[in-house]
């Protein structure tokens, strides 16, 4: 068991971790709950100047039009994307565990957009992809007798390029936890279905998607709680200048009630209220964790 | 367990033919990928008049085969766009970071994973939920902090909140490393007479280099790229990492009009990430899942 000596280490070990954990999470995240229900006009302003205003933050935020856009473009990003970026993942790890050639090279192909930076992936979509008349997408378009151009970066497709190109980038990362769970389910409940006459669908349905439950209740949460911080340099790069109704998210709206920021007088700036936004955030990594646990736990299988 | 076949087999046909909507599901999204790096590429290469000329990728080659091809536009970003203050001050800070973050996890890691005492679940929690908390939960404490501290818009806020965030992430992906060395190495150390500090840089420290070496490939790629605290806590053009500078060097070409100096700052700013991606794929991609989700 623990001598002293060792005591002695563990504590010293886990000091720097700890203090860590204080400074940047356990503080930070109870002054920012707190502060939302504080009416807060500038981050700089001490506690002893907040005054409690209940719950008028939260009320305030939601009769505004802009703030609402953003939780609207949100959700439906979380929703469509989840679901565009959990089949695609799906599909393709089935296909690389399904004894193709080269499947190293495919895997690490899929999942490449995942290191590449969000500016400089943003910039490709942007500029070359998504560009009118030239760009990548048009050309499709074109080729398939459309009309173009299309204006990907336009008022009405605006939110679903930054959906396609955004999820674009997290379908490798989620693909590889499926490709993990897959492996991990025994060769021999395959073969035993293939001897029976299963074909590659039967075998999805009936063996591999309740095998993988688990994995798929931590993919959406590993999504949920991805989104949050990842939209933000997505939204910045299609609406560079200003907060515009089609790209606005609730980090990028936090980010302009707090400092102000690009030149824009729409915005006045309220903390309490971007604290506020921080919190709602937050609140949907909970609720999805919490709902999608209780949800698999019970029929969850050991392996 | 896993459908690794080292063996090469022979081409079934019948098998081939089965997997070849795969295949095709495969090859577009590889093609797409290659399109979209291969073009901004080829763009970083080219004048900004040729790639609004149309085909960028055939004017590439064209002026490739006339060892003509435009670095002009990298020589624009790299000096008179200030693009290698930015490449440097990233540098700096992973240099800083990257070691700071494994002294602090790995010891912490170490503790949890093979000492049994009163808070260790508790950590161990903490740990797990910090790793789910957005960022936009942070930002603002630590901004008023840093402003009571006269810190703000200085590189020691910065390089403390990279160190931050990446250490929940650290110390979970190390956990198993140090749990599943042999257990007994400790004691044999002590009867030697090695104290328990020395025990772990000496002994256990090395033992767990594999998984060091991997999670500090995870720390970079995320520093390299991170965006949202560094735009938060990065506003003055000194102090600011590559994917803030990126984004402002951007937006201001692109009403400049220096096009191809736009993709070649892209370029630059992907390559290292790339190029460590090149050439560790297959360890970055066995180790993604490795320790950390269990299925």
């Known amino acids: ?303 | 367990m896993t459908r690794n076949k080292t063996i090469r087999e022979p081409v079934k046909l019948k098998k081939e033919l089965k997997l070849t909507p795969g295949y095709l599901l495969c090859a577009i999204w590889a093609i797409f990928t290659f399109l979209l790096i291969g073009w901004t590429l080829a763009a970083s290469l080219v004048t900004p008049r040729e790639i609004f000329g149309g085909d960028v990728i055939g004017t590439f080659f064209e002026r490739l085969l006339r060892f003509d091809l435009v670095f002009n536009n990298y020589r624009l970003a790299w000096g008179a766009q200030n693009l290698s203050r930015f490449f440097l001050n990233s540098v700096i800070y992973v240099t800083i970071s990257l070691p700071l973050i494994i002294i602090i996890s790995a010891p912490a890691a170490y503790a949890l994973s093979r000492f049994r005492f009163r808070f260790n679940a508790l950590v161990q929690g903490l740990t797990s939920i910090s790793m789910g908390i957005p960022a936009v939960m942070i930002i603002m404490p630590i901004f008023s902090l840093a402003t009571a501290l006269r810190m703000t818009g200085t590189r020691t806020t910065l390089v403390f909140l990279y160190i931050g965030m990446s250490i929940p992430f650290t110390i979970f992906y190390l956990l198993p490393f140090f749990k599943n060395l042999p257990s007994g190495l400790e004691e044999a150390a002590a009867v030697d007479g090695c104290s328990p500090v020395r025990t772990f840089w000496r002994i256990m420290f090395p033992l767990a280099q594999p998984g060091i070496i991997t999670v500090t490939i995870f720390n970079f790629i995320t520093l390299w790229n991170e965006f949202f605290i560094s735009m938060i806590f990065a506003n003055d053009a000194q102090i600011r990492p590559i994917a803030v500078g990126l984004f402002n060097m951007v937006q201001g070409m692109r009403y400049a009009g220096h096009w191809g100096a736009m993709f070649a700052s892209t370029v630059i700013v992907f390559a290292p990430t790339f190029v460590l991606f090149i050439v560790l794929s297959n360890k970055i991609l066995t180790s993604v899942t490795g320790g950390a989700i269990k299925g």
């Open chain 1, 1 to 303: 068991m623990v001598g002293r000596k060792n005591k002695r280490m563990i504590v010293l070990f886990l000091i720097p971790a700890m203090f860590i954990y204080v400074m940047v999470f356990i503080y930070p995240v109870l002054r920012t709950f707190v502060m939302s229900f504080f009416a807060v006009e500038a981050i700089e302003t001490p506690i002893a100047a907040w005054t409690f205003a209940g719950l008028n933050n939260y009320i305030g935020l939601f009769r505004i039009d802009l703030f609402n856009r953003s939780v609207t473009n949100y959700l439906t990003l979380w929703f469509v994307g989840g679901i565009a970026v959990l089949f695609l993942a799906m599909v393709y790890a089935v296909i690389l565990t399904s004894g193709v050639r080269l499947k190293k090279f495919w895997r690490a192909v899929i999942y490449l957009p995942n290191i590449i930076s969000a500016i400089a992936l943003g910039t490709m979509w942007i500029n070359y992809a998504f560009r009118d008349n030239d760009g990548l997408f048009d050309r499709i378009v074109e080729a398939v007798g459309g009309q173009t151009p299309v204006m990907w970066t336009g008022p009405y497709m605006g939110l679903w390029s930054l959906l396609i190109a955004y999820c674009f980038g997290m379908v490798g990362y989620i693909m590889l936890t499926f490709i993990s769970g897959i492996e991990k389910i025994g060769d021999e409940y395959y073969e035993c279905a293939s001897i029976e006459g299963a074909n590659i669908f039967h075998k999805f349905f009936f063996i591999t998607l309740p095998l993988i439950r688990g994995v798929v209740r931590s993919n959406i949460v590993i999504w949920t709680v991805s989104l949050g911080t990842g939209v933000f340099a997505w939204s910045f790069m299609f609406s560079p200048t200003n907060l515009t109704l089609p790209y606005t998210m609730p980090p990028n709206y936090m980010r302009e009630i707090i400092f102000g920021g690009r030149g824009s007088a729409v915005v006045q700036r309220d903390s309490g209220a971007a604290a506020s936004v921080g919190i709602l955030i937050a609140l949907l990594v909970v609720v999805i964790s919490v709902v999608s646990s209780l949800i698999t736990r019970k029929d969850d299988v050991e392996m």
